[in-house]
């Protein structure tokens, strides 16, 4: 008898924590949502996330508050994200790359994709333009490459950091061109768009719309976009893939939280994402500014991200890329 008195109370003791934790769900959420960003401000992915975010917590009813913590090429951010409480207040907002790249080149990452984070939804995919300054001789695609084969390794070009996507998308051009350059690594994107801006570096490959107002107002010059066709804001330039058949590169912004976090919770702020990205004012605001609007489910987030990175693992190792 005192056995299954035991197991009774054990049994109610249990039902009492289940009842509470799915009150506490029903309440989510009842504070802010802490959004840890591992991108500098200013990024592609920066800007989709503070326009989401807004329309988010008017759903939510709570604010979503970004903190940009770019240190180590994003890991710092990577490893304070999937290692949080997995309560559903606090969420990584990220692009590909850090996600994908950085475990594959970094050995001590400090968190496994697949396995520390839980997929929340992406928000854009991106495309990308390459860029130079004025004082660059080359007017187009070829005259770089032109130029770079001249010059093996003699010409520099700009990125965010070892791994980050400005750096995979340059080296994948640069393979499929067969030349080399100096690769120069700044802490994050908007850094190292200012200095192909000041013309401390001659070149860089960045995430549409980072380098669109420089180029409108000519303190840069657009070489060329990487999707599989022209783009309507710059319709007059050419793709990558008119002078190197087949290439393609795009990156995208999404939304992760820490592994653990009750699907209830995911699936939350999931239907906000969505419902955020179905806005008529939402979704014009991100495709005029050249971003593909995506809204997917966590279940198709998460066949896609293991797609990725296991792709990226064999470009990360093709390339011979390592963590500076």
Avoid at 84 to 102: F, H
Wanted: aromatic share 6%.
């Amino acid at each position: 008898m005192a056995g299954r008195v035991r197991r009774w109370l054990l049994a109610v003791a249990v039902t009492a924590l289940s009842a509470g934790g799915a009150a506490a769900q029903a309440a989510y959420p009842d504070r802010p949502i802490r959004v840890i960003e591992p991108l500098a401000a200013g990024s592609a992915v920066d800007v989709v996330v503070r326009i989401v975010a807004e329309g988010m917590g008017d759903l939510l009813g709570q604010r979503l508050v970004i903190e940009n913590q770019t240190g180590a090429s994003g890991l710092a951010g990577m490893r304070t994200g999937a290692r949080a409480a997995p309560d559903g207040y606090t969420l990584l907002a990220v692009n590909d790359a850090v996600v994908t790249a950085l475990p594959n080149i970094h050995p001590a990452a400090g968190y496994d994709p697949l396995k520390d984070l839980a997929p929340v939804g992406q928000i854009v995919r991106i495309r990308w333009g390459l860029v130079a300054h004025p004082s660059a001789p080359a007017r187009d695609l070829a005259g770089m490459i032109a130029a770079a084969r001249a010059r093996p390794g003699g010409i520099d070009f700009a990125s965010g950091g070892a791994g980050s996507p400005q750096h995979i998308a340059m080296e994948m051009l640069l393979r499929a061109a067969g030349v080399r350059m100096n690769h120069i690594s700044y802490r994050g994107a908007t850094p190292a768009l200012v200095a192909v801006t000041a013309g401390e570096v001659p070149y860089g490959f960045f995430g549409l719309p980072t380098p669109n107002a420089y180029v409108r107002d000519g303190q840069l010059r657009m070489l060329a976009t990487a999707g599989p066709a022209r783009i309507e804001s710059f319709p007059d330039t050419p793709t990558v893939a008119e002078t190197l058949p087949g290439f393609s590169f795009f990156t995208w912004g999404a939304f992760l939280a820490p592994a653990g976090t009750p699907p209830a919770i995911i699936a939350r702020l999931n239907a906000a994402l969505r419902d955020t990205l179905a806005m008529p004012a939402v979704r014009s605001r991100l495709e005029g500014l050249g971003y593909e609007v995506v809204g997917n489910t966590p279940e198709a987030f998460g066949t896609a991200l293991a797609q990725d990175y296991a792709r990226m693992g064999e470009i990360v190792r093709a390339a011979g890329i390592r963590m500076e």
